[in-house]
């Protein structure tokens, strides 16, 4: 079975003639930062050029975190946790997020002193964080069959389905007003007297004063074709799931060698914790010096390989006139094969660390491409080179706890709201305003 079963959103079968605002992209940013706009009153359509979350928001972890996040995040995703915990209620449908706690587990005395400094970030939002010594973890995981050096523990992370988070609030947004269309690929951006005037879908056209993309992957193509230069490469990640399973951890638990988080159904999903594939593709020449510090710093943990994927992304057209198909309607979802290898030596792993996992059927696997930035941290800003259009995306798989903390920054961006938090670090102009752009080392 290819790709997770995500909960179907049948989308709207009338195009609106003109909203306010058209959001590009149906993963779990492009639909909380609908239903921000459209609860403030603002008309907004969505347009996903395949299904809503089909893509990497329904093919993560599950992770709802603030812990060993990019401090530059951490304000975010304060505000992400405020708003997951009253998701539920506000969207009036489940989206699975639970309070369990993250826990990451320690190697070595370095892990243990980075992840103490980390904590001062947590500081001034008050978020309980704390080290566990290796016996506070013994205690905590009497089933655990490994050691370690000690462990960051996180109470207030959580973690929610992807599978059905997205859809829950996209239905959310339909709700309050906005048009949910899928299977309606944007071709493209019109523009009057230097902004945004509206855009071209594959079902004609909406009329539009402000523009949001929220594209995950496929941004770069987008932007490219406006001349907008956004770095943004791709890595595969793979993860697998588990039938039903009885004796694990009910916290999400981090190592080197795997990563697993229970779901709502009582069964875990299970990836490698550090290991991920790197396809080479054309950009990534274009944009190999821009990415070297973070390959300096992920060295270990990226496979590279040369593979179909090359010659797929040097046949796509980065060029096409907006009354014609676009590449977005000729992949309507990305859906890689994954690696399992990978994900069967995680589970291997991890049924060494806790053996009641050496008896877990393996219900599925699948692979998404998660769209990163040379810094590791997305992209949330209005871009001054085409006033009325915005982007959202390059959330380096840190997207889904974030995504609706992302959202309302982005709607208030497009509002001229004072925004939730600085959106300073996000701004897209750090890639050609001469500032350092890198990952902060040990996050």
């Known amino acids: ?25 149906g993963g779990i940013v492009g639909v909380s930062t609908a239903l921000e706009l459209a609860e403030r009153g603002v008309s907004v359509a969505l347009c996903e050029k395949g299904g809503i979350g089909q ?83 013994e205690a905590m995981f009497p089933e655990a069959q490994f050691k370690v050096k000690g462990a960051l523990y996180t109470p207030a992370d959580g973690r929610a389905e992807p599978q059905i988070a997205a859809p829950a609030i996209a239905e959310a947004a339909r709700d309050k007003g906005a048009a949910i269309l899928t299977e309606c690929a944007v071709r493209g951006v019109e523009t009057s007297g230097g902004r945004v005037s509206g855009v071209v879908t594959e079902r004609g056209r909406i ?13 770069n193509l987008f932007c490219g074709l406006y001349g907008l230069d956004l770095p943004q490469l791709t890595v595969l990640a793979s993860v697998l799931r588990t039938k039903p399973l009885e004796g694990g951890p009910d916290q999400a638990i981090w190592a080197m060698d795997f990563a697993c988080r229970k779901r709502r159904d009582g069964g875990y999903t299970i990836a490698c914790g550090h290991e991920n594939v790197v396809d080479i593709v054309p950009n990534s020449f274009r944009y190999a010096r821009r990415f070297l510090p973070a390959l300096r710093e992920d060295w270990n943990s990226l496979n590279f390989r040369l593979s179909s994927r090359f010659f797929e992304e040097a046949r796509t057209p980065k060029r096409w006139s907006l009354d014609e198909a676009s590449p977005f ?15 069967e030596k995680a589970l291997a792993e991890l049924s060494r660390a806790f053996p009641a996992f050496a008896k877990a059927e393996i219900e599925q696997h699948w692979g998404g491409r998660i769209d ?16 009325g259009f915005h982007v959202a995306t390059g959330f380096s798989g840190h997207g889904f706890g974030i995504g609706p903390g992302a959202g309302r920054l982005m709607a208030d961006i497009v509002t001229n709201r004072t925004p939730v938090v600085d959106p300073g670090e996000f701004r897209f102009s750090r890639f050609t305003d001469g500032s350092k752009v890198r990952p902060i080392s040990g996050f």
């Open 55 to 137: 893509e990497q928001s329904s093919r993560n972890w599950g992770w709802v975190r603030i812990s060993r996040r990019d401090p530059r995040e951490v304000p975010l995703m304060a505000e992400a946790l405020r708003i997951w915990r009253d998701l539920d209620r506000r969207t009036g449908r489940e989206t699975g997020y639970a309070r369990s706690g993250i826990v990451f587990t320690c190697a070595s005395d370095k892990d243990v002193q980075n992840y103490t400094n980390w904590m001062r970030h947590l500081e001034p939002w008050q978020i309980e964080a704390r080290m566990l010594s290796a016996s506070e973890f």
């Open 1 to 25: 079975m290819p790709g997770p079963f995500v909960t179907p959103v049948h989308g709207d079968l009338d195009l609106p003639a003109a909203v306010d605002v058209v959001v590009i992209g």
């Open 207 to 219: 009329a539009c004063s402000s523009v949001v993309l929220a594209g995950g992957a496929w941004s």
């Open 329 to 343: 309607e000729y992949c309507r979802v990305l859906d890689p094969k994954p690696e399992k290898r990978m994900t």
């Open 372 to 387: 990163v930035t040379p810094d590791a941290i997305p992209v949330i800003s209005a871009i001054d080179e085409i006033p």
